[in-house]
């Protein structure tokens, strides 16, 4: 079946880059999502990349797709405490409009 | 424009009770999509609407759970009755079509005790 996966936690200093990693299973998706979820909030979407794009950048944001290793990552630049949440890699299945999420990566910024 | 509104935002109810979600999605969007999120875990697709229609109802417990989407715009899911695994928190979204961006209601938190 379809899977994402990416890893619980990071934890970083205010001002330095995150970087969130995400793999996935199947590559039958047109887009690949972040979205942002902060306590007791819905989800936010921060960003998307087609998959036919190898990286998208958006003022803080840099998404890099390597789709012959189905890996997707979210550099997150100069790094603020509002930036802490939990972050979601998210794929959309085919053309079905269904969405597989991962677990989601819960990220710490210390000040 | 308004975002997906969505309530309660929080209900807390005791086991066999009956409980009832509410969804007004953003204006014009066709698509309407009900997510359950278990604690820790990502959002899992429950149903899709596509106007009235229910076009993808696979995951929904459909011996307890139900729902709606009267006249293509406002749903409701039902749960009846309510068990323990329940608790979770219950997300609305909705896209302008199919294959389109989805956009998050800020969910209803059900604990069922």
């Known amino acids: 079946g379809e899977d994402v996966e990416q890893s619980l936690f990071l934890s970083v200093r205010e001002g330095d880059s995150s970087v969130i990693n995400c793999t996935y299973t199947?590559?039958?998706?047109?887009?690949l999502y972040w979205y942002k979820q902060e306590p007791g909030a819905g989800l936010q979407l921060l960003t998307y990349?087609?998959?036919?794009?190898d990286m998208k950048q958006d003022q803080r944001l840099t998404v890099l797709l390597n789709k012959k290793d189905k890996h997707l990552s979210l550099r997150i630049a100069d790094t603020q405490t509002g930036d802490s949440a939990i972050y979601f890699c998210v794929k959309g299945s085919g053309n079905t409009g269904k969405l597989i999420f991962g677990q989601g990566t819960t990220l710490q910024v210390k000040p | 424009e308004a975002g997906v509104v969505q309530s309660p935002r929080y209900k807390i109810i005791e086991k066999k009770q009956p409980v009832a979600f509410w969804c007004n999605p953003i204006?014009?969007?066709?698509?309407l999509y009900w997510y359950r999120q278990n604690l820790g875990q990502g959002p899992e697709l429950l149903i899709r609407?596509?106007?009235?229609?229910?076009?993808?109802d696979s995951q929904l417990p459909k011996d307890r759970f139900s729902a709606e989407r009267l006249k293509g715009v406002d749903s409701t899911l039902k749960i009846q009755p309510a068990e323990l695994g329940d608790s979770a928190v219950y997300l609305c979204?909705?896209?302008?079509?199919?294959?389109?961006?989805?956009?998050f209601g800020a969910g209803t938190r059900l604990s069922v005790l």
């Open positions: 199947d590559s039958s998706s047109t887009y």
């Open positions: 979204a909705s896209s302008p079509g199919t294959v389109d961006i989805q956009y």
């Open positions: 609407y596509e106007n009235e229609e229910a076009v993808d």
């Open positions: 204006s014009g969007h066709n698509t």
């Open positions: 990349i087609f998959s036919n794009m």
